[in-house]
């Protein structure tokens, strides 16, 4: 295992007072159900949490208080503590903010890229624009496409990738799809997972295989044998599951396995390595659940190792199979 | 038929977030959103295909003052009311006296009307000892309004409900029941169903709404009914994803403290959702035999109603 793949990854959460940065990763990772999060008090400085993801990704996460005050600090005095050794910076606009209100939050991102490309240059960045529930269905895509423009070009010219910038809510899915695309960025050895899951597929002859990570169900990667279209449906299975766990957790117990049935589909999701859950989609009505199980277990084995990163051991396998 | 309901309370007291989250699926956090209710809305509510009633909702200033309303028509087909008291909003004299009217309104123009308070808004956040002294405080004041107003004769059903948890789903259901003859003819079905299968706790619900119609004799624990309740969301949403809702649909969740949520599609609309050990789940075609069982059951109850 290589140094760098063990360290501590640090990540920056930042944007202004209120825009809801501490209920997100509430949600996320410390299983907050959305509709407590109105009780979370705002932060007064910089809160730190770590996170084990996947096993071998640690998370150390800085969640920033978004006030004037703090932010003027972070820009000039903490300069060097925030933002150096940054790898990932994940900062949040709010949607609703318009007019001056938007010019105010584009000037704070501006100061804050140009500050990480300084103290970190390479760093990644995603942006959220939050609340998106807030603006109408109908509205959401010209929204989008006019605040993306504007916060694009402020990183104009720095040395640093905005990776890719979402819209989101914690009402819906789509704070699922921004996460999961986030540490799929960070955790090491993605790469083998990918292929792996899809030779596993293909052994399978299951139509859908997804793999999500067991405590937050955020998306590590899925694999499809037949293309569709409809990109959100995993998140969705991601948002519905976790709220699940949620009420699960209230009575000290945690899923173990989910099957959904009918007439058309078998829907099978079960624990599978230490640190995953496996979803598995089908609609052939020859194939047997037993044959399933058979198959899942085995490839436990196999999935183990790729996060011991055994890498080689690993492609030496996914490349022997037919 | 004489089996709808009416729903009274001070304005933003709760009864239309109540409603819409109910039978229009809206979501919890679009209730902060409503607009307040200023005429009487109907609501026509079909649970499975041998269920229907009407919910009347009375705006929060409807005047109860006046004697000949428009809207008596609609008071004397119901044989049951809803009263939602806000117990975030003290003091609560306003709002009791405004019950004390109402019953007194819907008693006159259907005598045998069941009287059901929604004690609303407790939310899950509230600490028991403010919880409890709340409920005190809100029980005493109304049956000092009544004993006042020479009315300690009528009974008074008492739910402590709030939107952010299951409980406003539990009350809503078990009022509901009040008004089908069949609850208990159900719930002979069930015990027996739960015997053959060694199941320890059985819900039959309407899936839509997510109120249950009945449930079998054992004791009554929230969580199993928020378990089962939740339930019906993984249900469904996967189904949507992957297919439709059909009369095949089933589904098991196994949690790790060794119980079993085992999900049956009835007919449309109505499914069966039982929580069991799972060393109890040997052989899942008895499962299947007794299921079939139940279903011919209900079909008969429904058919002598
Ligand atoms: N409508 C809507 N409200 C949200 C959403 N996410 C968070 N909120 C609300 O926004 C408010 C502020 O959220 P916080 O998470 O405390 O915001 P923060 O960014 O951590 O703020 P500071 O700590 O002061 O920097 C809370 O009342 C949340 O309920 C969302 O997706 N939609
Ligand atoms: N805290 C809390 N607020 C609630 C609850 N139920 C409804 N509300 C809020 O109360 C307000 C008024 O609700 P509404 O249904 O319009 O009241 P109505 O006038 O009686 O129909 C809305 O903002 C709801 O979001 C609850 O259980 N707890
Ligand atoms: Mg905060």
Same mark, same amino acid.
């Given at each position: 295992?290589?140094?760098?793949?063990?360290?501590?990854?640090?990540?920056?959460?930042?944007?202004?007072?209120?825009?809801?940065?501490?209920?997100?990763?509430?949600?996320?990772?410390?299983?907050?159900?959305?509709?407590?999060?109105?009780?979370?008090?705002?932060?007064?400085?910089?809160?730190?949490?770590?996170?084990?993801?996947?096993?071998?990704?640690?998370?150390?996460?800085?969640?920033?208080?978004?006030?004037?005050?703090?932010?003027?600090?972070?820009?000039?005095?903490?300069?060097?503590?925030?933002?150096?050794?940054?790898?990932?910076?994940?900062?949040?606009?709010?949607?609703?903010?318009?007019?001056?209100?938007?010019?105010?939050?584009?000037?704070?991102?501006?100061?804050?890229?140009?500050?990480?490309?300084?103290?970190?240059?390479?760093?990644?960045?995603?942006?959220?624009?939050?609340?998106?529930?807030?603006?109408?269905?109908?509205?959401?895509?010209?929204?989008?496409?006019?605040?993306?423009?504007?916060?694009?070009?402020?990183?104009?010219?720095?040395?640093?990738?905005?990776?890719?910038?979402?819209?989101?809510?914690?009402?819906?899915?789509?704070?699922?799809?921004?996460?999961?695309?986030?540490?799929?960025?960070?955790?090491?050895?993605?790469?083998?997972?990918?292929?792996?899951?899809?030779?596993?597929?293909?052994?399978?002859?299951?139509?859908?295989?997804?793999?999500?990570?067991?405590?937050?169900?955020?998306?590590?990667?899925?694999?499809?044998?037949?293309?569709?279209?409809?990109?959100?449906?995993?998140?969705?299975?991601?948002?519905?599951?976790?709220?699940?766990?949620?009420?699960?957790?209230?009575?000290?117990?945690?899923?173990?396995?989910?099957?959904?049935?009918?007439?058309?589909?078998?829907?099978?999701?079960?624990?599978?390595?230490?640190?995953?859950?496996?979803?598995?989609?089908?609609?052939?009505?020859?194939?047997?659940?037993?044959?399933?199980?058979?198959?899942?277990?085995?490839?436990?084995?196999?999935?183990?190792?790729?996060?011991?990163?055994?890498?080689?051991?690993?492609?030496?396998?996914?490349?022997?199979?037919? | 038929?004489?089996?709808?309901?009416?729903?009274?309370?001070?304005?933003?007291?709760?009864?239309?977030?109540?409603?819409?989250?109910?039978?229009?699926?809206?979501?919890?956090?679009?209730?902060?959103?409503?607009?307040?209710?200023?005429?009487?809305?109907?609501?026509?509510?079909?649970?499975?295909?041998?269920?229907?009633?009407?919910?009347?909702?009375?705006?929060?200033?409807?005047?109860?003052?006046?004697?000949?309303?428009?809207?008596?028509?609609?008071?004397?087909?119901?044989?049951?009311?809803?009263?939602?008291?806000?117990?975030?909003?003290?003091?609560?004299?306003?709002?009791?006296?405004?019950?004390?009217?109402?019953?007194?309104?819907?008693?006159?123009?259907?005598?045998?009307?069941?009287?059901?308070?929604?004690?609303?808004?407790?939310?899950?956040?509230?600490?028991?000892?403010?919880?409890?002294?709340?409920?005190?405080?809100?029980?005493?004041?109304?049956?000092?309004?009544?004993?006042?107003?020479?009315?300690?004769?009528?009974?008074?059903?008492?739910?402590?409900?709030?939107? &952010?948890?299951?409980?406003?789903?539990?009350?809503?259901?078990?009022?509901?029941?009040?008004?089908?003859?069949?609850?208990?003819?159900?719930?002979?079905?069930?015990?027996?169903?739960?015997?053959?299968?060694?199941?320890?706790?059985?819900?039959?619900?309407?899936?839509?709404?997510?109120?249950?119609?009945?449930?079998?004799?054992?004791?009554?624990?929230?969580?199993? &009914?928020?378990?089962?309740?939740?339930?019906?969301?993984?249900?469904?949403?996967?189904?949507?994803?992957?297919?439709?809702?059909?009369?095949?649909?089933?589904?098991?969740?196994?949690?790790?403290?060794?119980?079993?949520?085992?999900?049956?599609?009835?007919?449309?609309?109505?499914?069966?959702?039982?929580?069991?050990?799972?060393?109890?789940?040997?052989?899942?075609?008895?499962?299947?035999?007794?299921?079939?069982?139940?279903?011919?059951?209900?079909?008969?109850? &429904?058919?002598?109603?």
């Amino acid at each position: 295992m290589s140094q760098n793949e063990n360290k501590m990854k640090k990540m920056l959460l930042m944007g202004q007072h209120k825009v809801g940065k501490t209920s997100m990763h509430s949600i996320i990772f410390a299983n907050t159900p959305p509709n407590q999060v109105m009780q979370i008090g705002l932060t007064v400085d910089v809160n730190q949490n770590s996170f084990k993801f996947m096993g071998n990704l640690k998370i150390n996460l800085w969640d920033c208080g978004g006030q004037d005050k703090l932010l003027q600090e972070y820009f000039t005095t903490q300069k060097s503590t925030i933002f150096s050794n940054v790898e990932v910076l994940i900062y949040v606009f709010d949607v609703d903010k318009e007019g001056d209100l938007f010019i105010k939050e584009l000037n704070d991102f501006k100061t804050t890229v140009t500050s990480l490309s300084e103290c970190s240059p390479g760093a990644i960045v995603f942006v959220l624009i939050h609340k998106f529930d807030k603006i109408k269905e109908s509205e959401r895509k010209i929204v989008f496409e006019r605040k993306y423009k504007e916060i694009i070009q402020r990183a104009d010219g720095l040395n640093i990738e905005i990776k890719d910038v979402f819209s989101t809510s914690i009402w819906d899915e789509t704070l699922y799809k921004a996460w999961s695309q986030i540490v799929q960025n960070l955790i090491p050895n993605i790469n083998v997972i990918k292929e792996s899951l899809k030779a596993f597929c293909q052994t399978c002859s299951c139509e859908e295989v997804v793999l999500f990570e067991k405590s937050t169900f955020l998306i590590i990667d899925f694999q499809e044998t037949t293309e569709k279209k409809d990109i959100q449906k995993y998140e969705r299975l991601s948002n519905i599951i976790k709220q699940f766990k949620l009420t699960c957790m209230k009575t000290q117990a945690n899923i173990q396995a989910i099957t959904v049935k009918s007439e058309k589909f078998t829907v099978y999701i079960d624990e599978f390595t230490e640190n995953t859950f496996i979803m598995l989609a089908y609609t052939d009505p020859s194939i047997y659940p037993a044959a399933i199980s058979h198959n899942v277990h085995h490839a436990q084995k196999l999935f183990e190792s790729i996060q011991g990163s055994d890498t080689d051991k690993l492609k030496y396998l996914i490349q022997r199979k037919p | 038929m004489n089996n709808d309901i009416c729903m009274f309370g001070l304005t933003k007291s709760g009864k239309t977030s109540m409603i819409r989250v109910i039978f229009q699926k809206l979501e919890i956090f679009r209730t902060f959103q409503l607009d307040p209710t200023n005429r009487m809305e109907s609501v026509t509510v079909n649970l499975g295909s041998h269920i229907h009633f009407k919910i009347y909702e009375f705006s929060g200033h409807y005047d109860l003052n006046d004697s000949q309303p428009p809207e008596i028509a609609a008071m004397e087909t119901c044989s049951l009311m809803i009263y939602v008291i806000d117990s975030q909003a003290e003091p609560f004299n306003e709002a009791v006296q405004y019950l004390r009217q109402a019953i007194q309104t819907v008693k006159q123009r259907s005598p045998h009307c069941e009287c059901h308070c929604f004690i609303h808004k407790v939310d899950p956040d509230i600490e028991d000892n403010k919880k409890n002294e709340l409920l005190q405080q809100i029980q005493k004041d109304i049956s000092d309004e009544l004993s006042k107003n020479s009315m300690n004769y009528i009974k008074v059903d008492f739910h402590v409900t709030s939107i &952010f948890d299951h409980s406003y789903l539990e009350h809503f259901s078990k009022v509901i029941q009040r008004i089908l003859p069949y609850s208990q003819s159900i719930q002979t079905l069930l015990d027996s169903f739960n015997l053959s299968c060694k199941i320890e706790k059985s819900f039959l619900f309407e899936i839509y709404s997510k109120l249950y119609l009945a449930s079998d004799s054992q004791h009554f624990h929230s969580t199993n &009914f928020q378990l089962c309740s939740e339930m019906i969301d993984v249900f469904i949403d996967v189904t949507c994803i992957y297919g439709k809702l059909d009369d095949a649909g089933q589904s098991q969740i196994k949690l790790s403290d060794g119980s079993i949520l085992i999900y049956q599609t009835v007919n449309e609309g109505i499914s069966l959702i039982s929580i069991m050990k799972s060393e109890n789940l040997e052989r899942p075609f008895l499962l299947e035999y007794n299921i079939n069982q139940f279903r011919q059951g209900l079909a008969q109850i &429904f058919k002598i109603k």
